[in-house]
C-alpha cells in the first residue's frame, strides 16, 4: 500500500543530498508536491496515489532545476535591496542630518567631513563591491555582520537622542537604513547562492 509520507520523506532526503535547498526552501517545495498530489487524486478519483505522487514529483521538477528556479528568484531580490542601500548611502549625504542652532544645518556630507569617526563605517559601504566579487566568502559574512552592526548603532544614536528631546534630521536615519538594507542584500545572496549549488553525487559504486 501507498504510504504518502514515507514517500514524501524518500522526497526530501534526496532533495537534501542532491541540493542544499534551504530547509526553509524544501518546506515550501514540499507543500507544493503535497498539493499537487491532492490534486491530481481531485481530478482523477480512479488514479492510483502512488501514480498520483509520480506524476506531483515529475511536475515539480528534478533537484538541479529546483536549484536553478530558486537562484533565480532570489538573485533580483538581492540586487533590488543592494541598489536601494546604495541609493539611501548617497541620499542621505545630501539631508539635514543635525541642526546646530546659530552654527546652521549639518547635511550628511557636512557631518561626515567634520566628523572623521564616520569615515570608518563608510569605508564598510565601499567594501561592498569586493565582497560582491566573492560571494560566501569570509569577507562577505564578516561585511554583512559589521554593516548590520553600524546600522543598528545608528539607529540606536538617533532614538537616544530623541529621548533627550534632540530631533535629528532624515539623514542619520536614512544612512542607517542604508547599511542595513547592504547587509542584508549580501546576507540574502550568499544563501541563495548557496542554496542554488548542486552537490556533485557520486555515482560510483
Sequence with gaps: MFDLEKAVLQWRERQEGETSLAPCELDELEDHLRARFDLELDLDATLA???????????????????????????????RLMVAGWTLFGGS?????????????????EFVWDFWV????????????????????????????????????GL????????????????????????????VALRKRDRDGESARVKAVSTSA
Excluded at 501514480?51 to 536549484?67: D, H, Q, Y
Excluded at 542630518?97 to 552654527?103: E, F, H, T
Excluded at 564616520?118 to 560582491?132: C, I, Y
Design 156 to 183: 540606536g544614536f538617533g532614538l537616544y537622542a530623541l529621548v533627550r528631546g534632540v530631533v535629528l534630521g532624515p539623514g542619520l536615519y536614512v544612512w542607517a537604513a542604508a547599511f542595513m538594507c547592504a547587509a
Design 49 to 79: 496515489p502512488a501514480t498520483a505522487f509520480a506524476i506531483a514529483r515529475r511536475e515539480l521538477g528534478e533537484a538541479a532545476t529546483l536549484s536553478k528556479e530558486f537562484a533565480k528568484a532570489g538573485k533580483s531580490r538581492w540586487k
Design 93 to 109: 549625504f545630501f539631508l539635514p542630518v543635525v541642526d546646530m542652532g546659530w552654527l546652521g544645518t549639518f547635511h550628511g556630507w
Design 118 to 153: 564616520f569615515m570608518v563605517p563608510n569605508a564598510l559601504m565601499l567594501l561592498t563591491f569586493m565582497a560582491l566579487q566573492k560571494p560566501r566568502s569570509p569577507l562577505s559574512r564578516w561585511l554583512a555582520r559589521l554593516m548590520a552592526g553600524v546600522s543598528t548603532v
